[in-house]
């Protein structure tokens, strides 16, 4: 029998329960991380979606920045939704807060400005049949990525909303409260290659 992928969610603050509970209904062992050692043996780690500076503020305070980049390098992949997205952005066109620099893309926070600031669309997805469904909550954009990024789903033609780069994934949308689970086997398939 092939082993569970052991997918960690970071818990320091956002919506880490929802993506435990899209994993525990897949194929994934499902790890809730608030400590270093709880990323021990993960294939891959989710960066929920929250309050970007906040999840950030946690991440240096617990020091797991170090860590991640550590395992990230060992081979686990990671996927950043929404203010995850951000956390792991190479660089934000705000100041805060400092991204990890762990995908080769700019990403602009907030970008739906406050009329629609939350909204809910199908998408095309690169990999994955059919379309998708996708919640916006006052969700970022990937505003430029290089040549080593894929960009697999766009808004509009030419609005990117999920790219990856080798093992690591970012979205700017939920799927963890869309009641999809496409992209959660997305990230499991990707987590155990
Ligand atoms: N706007 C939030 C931020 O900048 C992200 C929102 C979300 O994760 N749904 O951190």
Known sequence: MVAKARIGVLALQGDFAEHIEM???L???????????????????????????????????YDFENIIKEKVRDGMSLWGTCAGLICIANKLTEDDPKPMKLIDAEVSRNWFGR????????????????DIKAVF????????????????????????VAIKQDKILGTSFHPEISGSTKVHEYFIKLSKT
Do not use: M, Y
Not at 115 to 126: C, G, P, R, V, Y
Not at 139 to 152: H, R, T, Y
């Open 23 to 25: 994993l525990e209904n």
């Open 115 to 130: 009329q629609i600031d939350s909204f809910e669309t199908n998408l095309k997805f690169k990999g994955i049949k059919g």
């Open 27 to 61: 194929s994934a062992k499902a790890v809730k991380v608030k400590k270093h050692s709880d990323l021990n043996k993960l294939d891959g780690l989710i960066i929920p979606g929250g309050e970007s500076t906040a999840i950030k503020k946690l991440i240096d305070r």
């Open 137 to 160: 909550i006052r969700a970022p954009i990937v505003n430029k990525v290089s040549s080593d990024v894929e960009v697999l789903s766009t808004l509009d033609e030419d609005t990117i």
